[in-house]
T-cell receptor
């Protein structure tokens, strides 16, 4: 399938902002998603953005989409230790039914 | 609201044994999926279904089978377990329009 790439690890201090980046190759992607996975748990949908939008804000989360560069980012404001988890970027193409996931970014928040 | 329920949560199989991973959802979603998650590798799609009676292969279907006799249930069958099938398996279901997928808690399978 098409590729979704993420950096594997990010460490931030509590109270700082976190920015997790993702790039994708499928130009027909219609929806792009951010999922959070805590240890031993399933994936929890954080937010998603439709491809005709360039920004979406939801409380501490801001998603930015640059469709021209096929770049998606997730900004977490005022990062807390409870935000430590693996964050997955995923895309759904216009021709597909399932989501195509990146390998995940492990976010570590230190006091 | 139960969402997506998977059973069992953990299982150890011997090489060559078979088992069925159960998945049920109560959201009346047409679309259902099975993914496997290997360490540092993200999620790979095994099989998916767009409705009762309709299934299709994903990226890594070899060694697995599925059926979808009802909207609610989407079991995954391993016929001859191999060590390469040691993984965490996630079932998910979604709305067809925006693809917002809801995941079960996962089944951790070890084949020895």
């Amino acid at each position: 399938g098409e590729d979704v790439e993420q950096s594997l690890f990010l460490s931030v201090r509590e109270g700082d902002s976190s920015v997790i980046n993702c790039t994708y190759t499928d130009s027909s992607s219609t929806y792009l998603y951010w999922y959070k996975q805590e240890p031993g748990a399933g994936l929890q949908l954080l937010t998603y953005i439709f491809s005709n939008m360039d920004m979406k804000q939801d409380q501490r989360l801001t998603v930015l989409l640059n469709k021209k560069d096929k770049h998606l980012s997730l900004r977490i404001a005022d990062t807390q230790t409870g935000d430590s988890a693996i964050y997955f970027c995923a895309e759904r193409s216009n021709s597909g039914y399932a989501l195509n996931f990146g390998k995940g970014t492990s976010l570590l928040v230190t006091p | 609201n139960a969402g997506v329920t998977q059973t069992p949560k953990f299982r150890i199989l011997k090489i060559g044994q078979s088992m069925t991973l159960q998945c049920t959802q109560d959201m009346n979603h047409n679309y259902m999926y099975w993914y496997r998650q290997d360490p540092g590798m993200g999620l790979k799609l095994i099989y998916y279904s767009v409705g009762a009676g309709i299934t299709d292969k994903g990226e890594v279907p070899n060694g697995y089978n599925v059926s979808r006799s009802t909207t609610e249930d989407f079991p995954l069958r391993l016929e001859l377990a191999a060590p390469s099938q040691t993984s965490v398996y996630f079932c998910a279901s979604s709305y067809p329009v925006n693809g917002e997928a809801f995941f079960g808690q996962g089944t951790r399978l070890t084949v020895v």
